[in-house]
């Protein structure tokens, strides 16, 4: 029995493809496309041949569809996060540079605490291994300051925590190669 689309049904199937397409966000960007296509297709296929509700009640929600194909590229158990990995890279500097530019600032409230008026050179050691040396230069109360730039261990540790957090090391394919060679075959 064929059935008739309606505009109303095909929203509902689009809503279904991108949904899954928003979990797949960390295949390739060509097999995300090849998959829209192919359940968008089946999805129309079923709909015309058994009707939209029944298509969609049969193919499950999105989240287990996404993880399906998830576990078909890279195997079951955890894998990598794109999107980990950039909320860490993006997020963690901006915390950082807000923690030690209020540690600067409060060393230099500090000095004009002890003395409205202070004229002169002062320094700050900084936050010991994560940031350099910081100089203030006050004259009558008002001043800069200079210094205060990340340490190569700061940045280091930015890096290896946007790894740590994404978990980028499974996209390495000898990963890859290694844990599908390492789970058992079933017979």
Do not use: K
């Not at 049969?58 to 287990?64: A, K, L, P, T």
């Not at 901006?94 to 500090?110: D, F, K, M, R, T």
């Amino acid at each position: 029995m064929s059935h008739a689309l309606s505009p109303l049904d095909r929203l509902r199937i689009e809503r279904v493809v991108w949904a899954l397409d928003q979990q797949l966000y960390d295949l390739p960007r060509s097999s995300r496309i090849a998959i829209r296509r192919e359940v968008r297709t089946n999805l129309l296929t079923a709909s015309a041949d058994l009707g939209t509700a029944v298509a969609l009640r049969r193919i499950g929600g999105s989240r287990q569809l996404a993880e399906g194909y998830l576990s078909a590229e890279y195997g079951e158990g955890p894998r990598h996060s794109w999107n980990a990995a950039a909320c860490f890279a993006a997020l963690v500097p901006l915390v950082l540079i807000s923690l030690l530019s209020e540690a600067a600032n409060a060393y230099q409230q500090g000095i004009l605490a002890a003395d409205p008026q202070a004229t002169g050179t002062f320094g700050w050691h900084g936050i010991s291994y994560l940031q350099s040396a910081v100089t203030f230069t006050l004259d009558h109360g008002r001043g800069t300051q200079s210094g205060g730039a990340w340490t190569p261990l700061t940045y280091g540790l930015w890096v290896a925590g946007t790894i740590a957090c994404g978990r980028l090391w499974r996209t390495l394919p000898w990963w890859r190669n290694r844990r599908r060679t390492v789970q058992p075959a079933t017979d």
